[in-house]
């Protein structure tokens, strides 16, 4: 299994611009979910998936959108790119709920410029 | 807000024990304490977590005080490896509950 995978590792973004984060998991996991990690700060919930065509927010979801049409796939838009959206990205799933032990993937380092 | 409180960083000596504290004083009684660790620009990676009783695995013990409201990760035998951010976080197992990071232990193991 290659457990949760996201694209791209990098990527920089103009002011304005937007791009699609994509993740993607194969351990046929209900939950899945976005954070977003500053510098120095712990993560913070952006989204979050409780099966296909189910989304929610999290803690800090302004600025971005997301869609769950499959099980395995759960991407996260950025609209309008700003620089207070320069993170890390990281994506999760869950077999059920967050109370499971959640498995992350390697993270998306975004730079808006 | 995170529920727990940790120290800013420790450090251990490798091949000692590392013991790291978590202060939860206001957890409720069904609700888990789970530990994660963030090794240096990586995606966190679970490590243990238990409600009432001491639990170990091949990574870590988890030691829960009577009362619950403290708990105490041990790693036996730090090497570099285990240098990280370590999360401590409460949660329970209602639906609507999410995980909360705070900003965690960051521990170095020094050789």
């Known amino acids: 299994n290659a457990g949760v995978t996201q694209t791209p590792k990098f990527r920089i973004l103009k002011i304005g611009q937007s791009m699609t984060l994509q993740c993607t998991q194969d351990?046929?996991?209900?939950?899945m979910y976005w954070y977003r990690q500053d510098p120095g700060m712990g993560l913070k919930l952006i989204y979050y998936?409780?099966?296909?065509?189910?989304?929610d927010k999290g803690e800090v979801p302004n600025g971005y959108n997301v869609s769950r049409s499959t099980t395995e796939d759960f991407p996260l838009r950025l609209e309008l790119a700003a620089p207070s959206q320069t993170s890390v990205y990281f994506c999760?799933?869950?077999?059920?709920?967050?109370?499971?032990?959640?498995?992350f993937g390697p993270g998306t380092r975004l730079t808006v410029t | 807000d995170a529920k727990t409180t940790q120290p800013t960083s420790m450090d251990c000596a490798e091949g000692r024990a590392a013991n790291l504290p978590c202060n939860h004083s206001?957890?409720?009684?069904?609700?888990?304490v789970y530990w994660y660790r963030q090794i240096h620009s990586q995606g966190p990676q679970y490590i243990i977590h238990?409600?009432?009783n001491n639990e170990t695995n091949e990574m870590a013990s988890l030691i829960i005080t009577e009362d619950r409201k403290s708990s105490t990760l041990i790693l036996p035998h730090a090497t570099l490896r285990d240098t990280a951010v370590y999360y401590c976080?409460?949660?329970?197992?209602?639906?609507?509950?999410?995980?909360?990071f705070g900003k965690g232990t960051k521990l170095t193991v020094n050789p």
């Open positions: 999760a799933s869950s077999y059920m709920g967050p109370v499971y032990e959640q498995y």
């Open positions: 351990m046929n996991h209900n939950y």
């Open positions: 998936s409780v099966g296909a065509g189910i989304t």
């Open positions: 206001t957890i409720s009684g069904n609700e888990y």
């Open positions: 238990g409600l009432k």
């Open positions: 976080i409460v949660i329970g197992r209602g639906g609507s509950e999410k995980l909360v």
